[in-house]
Structure formats: C-alpha cells, structure tokens
C-alpha cells in the first residue's frame, strides 16, 4: 500500500541449472491505466524496479522469471495505492481573477486534488480569507467594499494545502487604454485625418463600451462615424478650412486631446 506516486517492486529467481545472473526478469500489471516502469524490458536488471502511478487504484503486477533454456515462473503482488491529499494534494480556487463593482458580490469556489491532481471525491471543509477590499464568507461570497482598489489575494485552506486568487474592486467608470490620437497631426496635406481612441473597464470588456467624438473649431468639420457605438473609436476627421480644431471622445469617462490641423 502506498500514498506516494511510486513504488519499488522486487522479485528474485533461482534455477538449478543456471546461475541467477543468467535470468531475465519481465513485468506486466493490470489495473488502472497510466503505471511506468523504469525498466520495461526483459533482462536480468528489471527484477528491481520502479512503478510510477498516474492514479489511485488497485494494481496487480505480475513478474515473468525465464531461464535461457525457456523455462518460466511467475510471482505475481497487488500493490494498493491511496489517494493522498495531505502529503502531496494541492488546492484550486476558480474563478483565477475576478472583478467586482463597489458593494457588489462575487463567488469563489475551492476544489481540493490528490496527489495526482485528481478531484478528491470527498471534498474538505475550506476556511476563507481575503487581504483587503471587502470580506468573504465560509463559501466563498466575496462582499466588496465600496471603494475600488486591488487585486486583493483570496486564500482558500484546507489543512496543509492552500490556493489563491485575486479580487479586485473596480470602478464603474472606464478608463483610457489608448489617449486620443491624430495621424497625420498637424494636417499639413490633404483633407482628412484618422482619429483613435480606445477606452478599458475593468467590469466590461472594451467591445461593450461606446464612443462617441465632438469636435470645436474654425469650420465644419464631418466624421466618418458620427454616432455613439465601438466602431467609433475609430474615425476619419474630413475638413473644410485650416485651423485648430479640439476633438473630445467620451465614452462613460471622457478623454480630452487637442489636435492642431493645418490643410
């Protein structure tokens, strides 16, 4: 019986017409798949050798002893591997990252493995904690505080093995990934230039948030995408008259540039 993820199995023959050293050694095993053998082959070095598991189970070895004449014997021993959490388990907290919006909610959850990684079917009772930002409860339920900050380290316990993740406390208004940006700046030929901007949120993927352009300056000036959706980030400024002109793109938080074009 064993916990661990090996096992050194042994066999000695004898054999009254041929010394020891002129016997080969096999071994073949049922059981759950997945066992290695540092020695494989059929020689006289393979009656020691090293299991190695890939799961718990029941595994019943089998060691074939031939002679050079062809005569053979068999010895066969079940070895019995328990799953072991303790000594070589390991813990999971899912989801790896989470964001949560100020006094709002979000779940944790903790799984514990063996020492092959596999899901224990029996799972431990977990204690957790959090370094800051709100609180959680012995389920997981994140509570956030109402001021954004982190990430923050969540840490599941049980018994020795721990795991982590992070939580952070977002705030409900975007950011600017990527400042507003003009190219070409200045507008020294031609009518147009290519206006940029990308927002980040840190509760939405950017695909969700919307852009939207507002221009001042000495003449009209029309876009290419006048509205209020993603695809605004991107635009073509055409003008009428040289001059400066000063672009805003707002999405939930606006960002401001100014921009000196000349044609």
Do not use: C
Not at 244 to 257: I, L, V
């Amino acid at each position: 019986m064993t916990t661990g993820l090996t096992t050194a199995l042994s066999v000695l023959g004898g054999d009254a017409a041929y010394p020891e050293s002129a016997l080969t050694y096999h071994w073949t095993v049922t059981g759950p798949p997945g066992v290695t053998l540092s020695n494989s082959g059929t020689n006289n070095a393979a009656k020691n050798n090293i299991a190695t598991f890939a799961s718990s189970g029941t595994y019943h070895f089998t060691a074939t002893i031939t002679n050079p004449a062809g005569g053979y014997i068999t010895s066969s021993i079940d070895v019995v591997v328990n799953p072991d959490y303790t000594g070589g388990g390991s813990v999971t907290v899912t989801p790896p990252t989470l964001s949560v919006l100020p006094s709002n909610q979000g779940q944790f959850t903790a799984t514990a493995y063996d020492q092959f990684g596999h899901k224990l079917d029996v799972q431990p009772a977990f204690s957790w904690t959090v370094s800051g930002g709100g609180s959680i409860n012995s389920t997981g339920l994140f509570t956030a505080g109402n001021v954004p900050g982190g990430p923050y380290t969540v840490t599941a316990t049980a018994g020795v093995h721990s795991g982590t993740a992070q939580v952070t406390v977002a705030s409900d208004n975007p950011t600017v990934a990527q400042a507003a940006s003009a190219n070409p700046n200045p507008v020294t030929t031609g009518l147009t230039t290519a206006l940029s901007v990308l927002g980040g949120d840190a509760a939405y993927p950017e695909s969700a948030l919307t852009y939207h352009w507002t221009v001042t300056g000495p003449a009209g000036v029309t876009l290419s995408n006048s509205g209020t959706n993603n695809a605004a980030k991107n635009n073509i400024a055409t003008f009428t008259s040289t001059g400066t002109y000063h672009f805003t793109a707002n999405d939930r938080q606006p960002d401001r540039s100014q921009y000196r074009f000349q044609h």
